[in-house]
């Protein structure tokens, strides 16, 4: 069953635009990095007054809670993380799923 993998990050006021973009460019890399195992990446800026000071967000989808644990511990994400992401945040929450069709009968 497909697995969404949503993370909300507060950059810091310090943060340009310019720079939300790069370290969000870098995010969305991870699915060129990681073929066969990120199947989309989609990225975006808050325009809600309910976002909780939530600034950027982004929504990555997998075939399967295996990709996704493999995705986690994976270097590359690893690396994105501790060197663009964590640095540059004051806030972070990452929220994951299985992707249920509640047009079918049972979930």
């Known amino acids: 069953m497909a ?3 949503i993370v ?3 950059f810091k ?3 340009s635009e310019e720079q939300s973009h790069d370290i969000l460019k870098g995010v969305a890399d991870l699915k060129n990095q990681l073929p066969g195992i990120v199947e989309s990446v989609h990225l975006g800026i808050n325009f ?3 976002s909780k000071g939530f600034t950027h967000g982004f929504t990555m989808i997998f075939k399967n809670k295996d990709d996704l644990e493999f995705y986690d511990k994976s270097p590359e ?3 994105v993380v501790t060197e663009l992401v964590r640095p540059n945040i ?3 929450l990452a929220f ?3 992707v249920t069709d509640y047009s079918s009968p049972r979930l």
């Open 3 to 5: 697995v969404a993998h």
């Open 8 to 10: 909300l990050v507060k």
């Open 13 to 15: 006021p310090s943060i």
């Open 48 to 50: 809600s007054a309910r």
């Open 77 to 79: 994400h690893v690396k």
């Open 90 to 92: 004051d806030d972070i």
């Open 96 to 98: 994951d799923y299985e």
